[in-house]
Nanobody, 115 residues
Framework: QVQLVESGGGLVQPGGSLRLSCTSS????????MGWFRQAPGKQREWVAT???????TYAASVKGRFIISRDNAKNTVYLQMNSLKPEDTAVYYC?????????WGQGTQVTVSS
């Protein structure tokens, strides 16, 4: 079983930055494809970014060039560096760990971008 715990959310002004962290316990972290998703009020959950076990990264068009996903296997942690934040980035952010058969989700962390 995999447990994922996100942290690092908060209130930030437009144009600001935040770094989210997601730490895993349980199964071997380095074997998991890790991703970040977000869900804004009244909207469906949407994919933000993914980092593979081989460190290949992909991004949604809405965040490409502003967000950076990375992982530290020694710390069992995946990060999401969010720069040039916009009000439309306001959402609950979730991390997901994916192996060959199962998706594991964290409980989410709130990010609010507002002046």
């Amino acid at each position: 079983q995999v447990q994922l715990v996100e942290s690092g959310g908060g209130l930030v002004q437009p144009g600001g930055s935040l770094r989210l962290s997601c730490t895993s316990s349980g199964r071997v972290f380095s074997f998991l494809t890790m991703g970040w998703f977000r869900q804004a009020p009244g909207k469906q959950r949407e994919w933000v970014a993914t980092i593979s076990t081989g460190l290949t990264t992909t991004y949604a068009a809405s965040v490409k060039g502003r967000f950076i996903i990375s992982r530290d296997n020694a710390k069992n942690t995946v990060y999401l560096q969010m720069n040039s934040l916009k009000p439309e980035d306001t959402a609950v952010y979730y991390c997901r760990g994916l192996d060959s058969s199962t998706a594991y989700w964290g409980q989410g962390t709130q990010v609010t971008v507002s002046s």
